[in-house]
């Protein structure tokens, strides 16, 4: 019975000390980054804009929603709500120049995690260079750790920009 005590013990101070360990290493890395990921597709731009700009409809292609909602506000100003597998976040979209360029920021800030993605659709021969650059803050120690050593940071725009390739027909490879 001793024996079970102690290993019973001695693994609950196993896994403080490794979160403590992940916790303080989050803690040195820096709150903030930036990272951008990008796609060629053989759509124009205005086709790839309307795609993407179509919020309500994002759960038709996107692997990682099951629902999203659109509410204008008074201002003008669009919001939207994405319900998926990892939970409800808020966003707000802050510039909008159709078929150029949207910047989307998140309105929530309890999440451990906010920021912005900008999303420019540049022309490039026939079709459209898609290009989201996250400007990204993590305030969790804890998600700091795993986003930049078990996922990484540009996980999220990857499978974005995956899932928007496939709803094309396409085959492209976030660079």
């Known amino acids: 019975m001793k024996l079970l005590i102690i290993i019973a013990v001695s693994l609950v101070a196993l896994i403080i000390a490794v979160v403590a360990i992940i916790a303080l290493i989050g803690a040195s890395l820096p709150k903030e980054h930036v990272a951008s990921r990008s796609i ?5 731009p205005a086709e790839v804009y309307g795609v993407v700009h179509d919020f309500t409809s994002a759960p038709r292609w996107r692997t990682d929603l099951k629902q999203v909602d659109v509410k204008i506000q008074p ?7 994405e ?5 409800a976040v808020n966003f707000e979209v802050v510039e909008d ?14 999440l451990g995690y906010s920021g912005s ?10 079709g459209t260079r898609l ?17 930049k050593y078990a996922f990484g940071h540009t996980a999220t725009i990857d499978t974005y920009l995956t899932s928007l390739s496939k709803h094309f027909g396409e085959a492209a490879q976030p660079e």
């Open 40 to 44: 060629l597709l053989h759509k124009n």
């Open 75 to 81: 201002d003008g100003r669009v919001h939207f709500r």
């Open 83 to 87: 319900d998926g597998k990892q939970g």
């Open 97 to 110: 120049v159709p078929a150029q360029r949207m910047v989307t920021r998140i309105l929530d800030t309890d």
């Open 117 to 126: 993605w900008t999303y420019v659709f540049a022309p490039e021969g026939a």
């Open 131 to 147: 290009t989201v650059t996250e400007n990204g803050v993590v305030s969790n120690v804890i998600f700091r750790f795993l986003s």
